[in-house]
């Protein structure tokens, strides 16, 4: 079996980021995960058991969003002009995948504050959006849940955009949608926590030296996507494959 260099690096570095930055997104996901708690009968918010089945189900609504976005990515990605899709035009969306990532990082790390300014790019596709959200509340099914958790992964987010821009390097639709499942599932077990343990979640994600640790942890993820040839995976099946 082969691998693809560009694919398996950027669904490795998709989930590792979704892993990594998921904390730092707590503070606005756990006001809507706490806001949408509240608006549950008290019988489901005051029992873990109930409650855990509806935050599972907004989180796999956020997640799905993530996915069709990737996909929506992947088919823009197919209509670059031909001399761009080709080898030094892929070549020249990974580096750019990796600047774009690397500022995530320092901007995580509190030393580059201008790079929120890049969420201002989803701010009209998401005042169309949000009313649909708001009819959702309060939610009184898994289903609703979910819906909500669809409408949810839209909010105009920095760190989603940068694994957007890793997803466009990947060439093809499904794989695009992959990298962003993988970035999705990334921030699953974080964002899941917030409903459960959210003081002690909260209280990590404000933590500056854990931040600086987070942005490190990007940046060298950005050399990764810049230089696949560096993913493990790729690495072992090279040597095995001779």
């Not at 809507?32 to 005051?46: A, D, K, M, V, Y």
């Not at 774009?100 to 300014?117: D, N, V």
């Not at 950005?222 to 090279?238: C, G, Q, S, V």
Request: proline share 5%.
């Amino acid at each position: 079996m082969t691998f693809d260099p560009a694919f398996t690096t950027s669904y490795l570095v998709a989930f590792a980021m979704g892993l990594a930055t998921s904390l730092h997104c707590v503070g606005m996901c756990g006001s809507i995960i706490g806001t949408l708690t509240l608006s549950l009968s008290p019988e489901i918010r005051n029992s873990k058991r109930l409650l855990l089945p509806f935050v599972f189900n907004y989180n796999m609504g956020r997640i799905t969003s993530y996915t069709l976005a990737g996909a929506i990515a992947g088919i823009v990605e197919s209509f670059i002009p031909a001399p761009v899709s080709e080898i030094n035009g892929y070549r020249v969306l990974q580096l750019l995948s990796a600047v774009i990532m690397a500022g995530a990082g320092f901007y995580i790390a509190g030393w580059l504050p201008r790079f929120a300014y890049i969420e201002k790019a989803g701010v009209h596709l998401w005042k169309m959006i949000e009313p649909f959200g708001r009819k959702l509340i309060p939610v009184k099914d898994r289903t609703q849940a979910f819906l909500f958790g669809m409408v949810w992964g839209w909010l105009p987010c920095g760190l989603v955009y940068t694994a957007l821009a890793l997803a466009l390097t990947t060439g093809d639709v499904s794989k695009s949608a992959l990298t962003m499942l993988s970035f999705g599932l990334g921030t699953l077990p974080a964002v899941m926590g917030v409903g459960i343990m959210t003081s002690v979640l909260t209280r990590l994600s404000r933590m500056q030296r854990f931040k600086q640790v987070v942005g490190l942890f990007m940046i060298a993820l950005a050399l990764l996507a810049a230089m696949p040839w560096l993913n493990p995976l790729a690495i072992i099946t090279t040597h095995t494959t001779h």
